[in-house]
């Protein structure tokens, strides 16, 4: 029962991901890029880990670990490059 439950996640992080990289291409404004790319990457965390159960290891779930970390970063530094078009003081 519960390999019905990780397969329909899947496909609902999925059809989020697609929604989102439509988002992408398409937002009028540079903000709601950098929010559909950060939404992208929570996505993809949660289908990394929905792998890691699916398959029943936690070395998923590590890199989904490394990959939030380089989310939350590379979020950040591009908010602060749209704020003061400078990443390094």
Known sequence: MI?????????CFS???LFN???????PVMTDR???LDTMVI????????FGML???????EASMIFAMTG??????YARFMLRSDVIE
């Open 43 to 50: 996505n993809v965390i949660a289908l990394i880990s929905l």
């Open 72 to 77: 939350f970063i590379s979020t950040v530094a």
């Open 15 to 17: 059809l989020a991901l």
């Open 3 to 11: 390999t019905y439950a990780l397969y329909f996640a899947f496909g």
């Open 34 to 36: 950098i929010l559909a």
């Open 55 to 61: 398959m029943g290891t936690t070395v998923y779930f």
């Open 21 to 27: 990289l439509y988002r992408v291409a398409v937002a």
